[in-house]
């Protein structure tokens, strides 16, 4: 796996899973894809990483990705696409150990009631396709609301544009990024 770093040192991140994924792109072909989303990073002078995964279409599951690029859960963030009564489309950021909460996700952003999209809309909304959906880089601005969770971490996660590869990051370089408001909006996965 070949690690993009741009303007600063490179992110900290489990050294023994990133020299298994550098032998394993050497072995099966993989390698960063310069996206979108990593393009208006480099626009704005933020330092990130690219981390590609093999995909299993499956099994896109943040927990799968989180074990792919050698994060934990918590620090893997995914990026859900609802809409409002009032505002329209909004993007949700959350941990991928958690759920998003509708009742609070309404409450950020004004709505009297939201629900997340039909799956089938993702993609003609946002131009990226499950497992690839990122708050950077959409065909729209829409606004984004990130779950205070992320302030915890000194590097977070997020899809890069693409199935199969990852942008590590600091967060508030992400929330700077994205333009986003922080509120509690993730409840812990019913078990």
Known sequence: MDVTVRGKPALPGPA???RKARRMRH???L???KTNAARILDGLGIAYELRDYEVDPDDLSAATVARKVGLPLEQVYKTLCARGDKHGVVLAVIPGDAELDLKALARATGDRSIDLVALKEVQPLTGYV???VSALGCKKDYPVVVDELIELFDVVSVSAGVRGTQIFL???DYLRAT???LHAISRPLAS
């Open 27 to 29: 072995n099966v072909g």
């Open 16 to 18: 023994p899973a990133l």
């Open 31 to 33: 390698r960063a894809v």
């Open 130 to 132: 499950r497992g690839g």
């Open 179 to 181: 333009r986003a408001t």
């Open 170 to 172: 600091h967060p508030k």
